[in-house]
T-cell receptor
Framework: SQTIHQWPATLVQPVGSPLSLECTVE??????LYWYRQAAGRGLQLLFY??????ISSEVPQNLSASRPQDRQFILSSKKLLLSDSGFYLC?????????????FGPGTRLLVL | QKEVEQNSGPLSVPEGAIASLNCTYS??????FFWYRQYSGKSPELIMF??SNGDKEDGRFTAQLNKASQYVSLLIRDSQPSDSATYLC??????????????WGLGTSLAVNP
């Protein structure tokens, strides 16, 4: 069966500090991968998606970036965090080999920027 | 007009009653529809998906799709306090292309009272 991991689970960072969040998927190959942010009281905002190694599409201009160095690894980064970067960061995957569009979420990382 | 709209709630129902959650979408060409449940502080988890007009049942849950009227609903029979959560509606729109992006509603908060 497939599992998706995210770490860390929670993070408190000062404004201006760097960020690196990691997501890994097990039990599948060539997944489509997604990074979402959910701010308090708001909906899911798609940040980045990837259909393969090194292939990243950005949905929203911001000070965040994403990378996919390996097939089942997806990393979200920032060089300098802003207060507005606080939120619940969710990684999701879907099976890239078929037409099934269901996305499955990891446990999330709660980020607080102070 | 938002692409996917849900009543934010809270929707309050007594234990054992039927909870009815509704979602409307703007893109008439939308093809796939998903319901996710999100407990407070947790990541969304898939309840069910529906592709064709009509009803789809899975245990206590029934999804209903009406493409002509552009709405999808979720019925929860014999509601339990453990069903108290936010329910997210997501829609796969044709213009999302091959990246299989989903368009998300803001969610409806459901409270089931013992």
């Amino acid at each position: 069966s497939q599992t998706i991991h995210q770490w860390p689970a929670t993070l408190v960072q000062p404004v201006g500090s760097p960020l690196s969040l990691e997501c890994t998927v097990e039990g599948t190959s060539n997944p489509n991968l997604y990074w979402y942010r959910q701010a308090a009281g708001r909906g899911l905002q798609l940040l980045f998606y990837s259909v393969g190694i090194g292939q990243i599409s950005s949905e929203v201009p911001q000070n965040l970036s994403a990378s996919r160095p390996q097939d089942r690894q997806f990393i979200l980064s920032s060089k300098k965090l802003l207060l507005s970067d606080s939120g619940f960061y969710l990684c999701a995957w879907r099976n890239g080999a078929n037409l099934q569009e269901t996305q499955y979420f990891g446990p999330g990382t709660r980020l607080l920027v102070l | 007009q938002k692409e996917v709209e849900q009543n934010s709630g809270p929707l309050s129902v007594p234990e054992g009653a039927i909870a009815s959650l509704n979602c409307t979408y703007s893109d008439r060409g939308s093809q796939s529809f998903f319901w996710y449940r999100q407990y407070s502080g947790k990541s969304p988890e898939l309840i069910m998906f529906i592709y064709s007009n009509g009803d789809k049942e899975d245990g206590r849950f029934t999804a209903q799709l009406n493409k002509a009227s552009q709405y999808v609903s979720l019925l929860i029979r014999d509601s339990q306090p453990s069903d108290s959560a936010t329910y997210l509606c997501a829609v796969r729109a044709p213009r999302a292309g091959n990246n299989r992006k989903l368009i998300w509603g803001l969610g409806t908060s459901l409270a089931v009272n013992p």
